[in-house]
């Protein structure tokens, strides 16, 4: 009842998608600042999130589009502006004044949507669903997807450790990276999106 092929497609591709060794920095600048018992529970509400939404499109994705009349390269291209506000922020440092972001839960956006749950991942697991023949194949998607989660969630919850290491002066850092690698990931997201539109046409 366990399809070893179909779980380590599906694992192998969602970890290329979903980083997680790169989410690293960027859940380390969005989470800065705040006490170690608040970061670890963003790092399970951002999984959380992003199980969540990869569920709901895994068991009803294509109707979910279909009713909306959304297509894949809109949602990449949405994904993809999104995710370049965010860096944006990060990169010119407003996420490091406390007002702004002390009330709010970047858990929920962008780490569980767009950046863990994007438009690869969803459309990754769309179509994995949609090709498990059998029980066995199904029963595999579903596994490599818990594993999934339960990799970044690993991932983010010892990343931590990091931040004591570092200090506040590394964090600076850290966070200017994070806006640099999101901003490029942004883009190459909208490219992606443009490209397909483009191909469709």
Not at 75 to 92: E, F, S, W
Not at 146 to 160: D, F, G, I, P, Q
Request: overall charge positive.
């Amino acid at each position: 009842m366990f399809d070893v092929a179909v779980f380590g497609s599906l694992f192998l591709t969602l970890f290329v998608i979903m980083d997680p060794p790169g989410i690293t920095p960027i859940f380390l600048a969005l989470t800065s600042g705040r006490p170690a018992k608040v970061q670890r529970r963003m790092a399970w509400q951002a999984v959380a999130v992003a199980f969540g939404v990869i569920t709901i499109f895994g068991i009803l994705g294509q109707q979910i589009l279909a009713y909306l009349h959304v297509s894949v390269p809109a949602l990449m291209i949405a994904g993809g502006l999104l995710l370049l506000l965010i860096a944006l922020d990060l990169l010119t440092g407003k996420t490091d004044e406390p007002k702004q972001t002390k009330d709010v839960n970047v858990a929920l956006v962008p780490l569980g949507m767009p950046l863990l749950a994007g438009p690869g991942a969803i459309v990754s697991v769309i179509l994995a669903v949609q090709n498990a023949d059998g029980a066995a194949a199904q029963v595999s998607v579903w596994a490599a997807i818990v594993a999934m989660h339960v990799v970044l969630w690993l991932t983010m919850r010892y990343s931590l450790l990091i931040i004591r290491v570092i200090k506040d002066g590394g964090v600076v850092l850290v966070t200017r990276l994070a806006g640099m690698m999101l901003s490029a990931i942004a883009v190459q997201q909208i490219i992606n999106g443009i490209t397909q539109v483009i191909q469709n046409a």
